[in-house]
Structure formats: C-alpha cells, structure tokens
Nanobody, 114 residues
Framework: QVQLVESGGGSVQAGGSLRLSCALS????????VAWYRQAPGKTREFVAR???????DYAESVKGRFTISRDIAKRTVYLQMNNLKPDDTGVYSC????????WGQGTQVTVSS
C-alpha cells in the first residue's frame, strides 16, 4: 500500500517553476517530518529540503533561495515550490516521511532544459 504519493513533476525550461506535491496517507501523521530528495541520472540520491514536525525547514545549499517546502495540514500534503529551475535540478524527486518508521514515495520526474 502506497503511503506517500508525489505529483507535479514535468518538463520546463531553465528559469521556470514547478510545484511538487507529496500526499500523505492517513497512516502518517500530518506533523511527521517530511523531506524531499532527488536523484539525477547516474548519480546518488541527494537531500533537497526538509520540514521537521514543528515546522522548521532546512535546504540543500544548491536550492536555497529558489525552493520552498511547505505543508497544508488540512490537505495532508507537503509541497516543494521550485523557482528559477536549472538543468542541474533535473532528476527524480521523492518525498520521505518519518513516522515511527520510514516511508518513501514512488518519485516524480523533473526535467529542466537549457
């Protein structure tokens, strides 16, 4: 049973924006710590952004000032707003939640062309 479902990926040109969504199943508390990771072709998965249960956020240096993680508790969804996208942002973006155990979504593809 899928507990995290990502959506919102797509193809954009450099400088464009996308908003990714990570919907949490009812088995995962809306206050769970949630993070976004990405994996580019031929590279290892890397941390992008996280939101702790209390709302504190943290970002990878490469996305600071361009990406924003947020949460809508009523919709049980965590978002990743990505602005001023660059080709290096290309990859499969996955969300991870920690609520007693670790959960991962299936990922959504983001492609940024120059």
């Amino acid at each position: 049973q899928v507990q995290l479902v990502e959506s919102g990926g797509g193809s954009v040109q450099a400088g464009g924006s996308l908003r990714l969504s990570c919907a949490l199943s009812r088995l995962i508390a809306t206050t769970a710590a949630v993070a976004w990771y990405r994996q580019a072709p031929g590279k290892t998965r890397e941390f992008v952004a996280r939101m702790a249960g209390g709302g504190v956020t943290d970002y990878a240096e490469s996305v600071k000032g361009r990406f924003t993680i947020s949460r809508d508790i009523a919709k049980r969804t965590v978002y990743l707003q990505m602005n001023n996208l660059k080709p290096d942002d290309t990859g499969v973006y996955s969300c991870r939640a920690v609520a007693g155990r670790e959960y991962w979504g299936q990922g959504t593809q983001v492609t940024v062309s120059s």
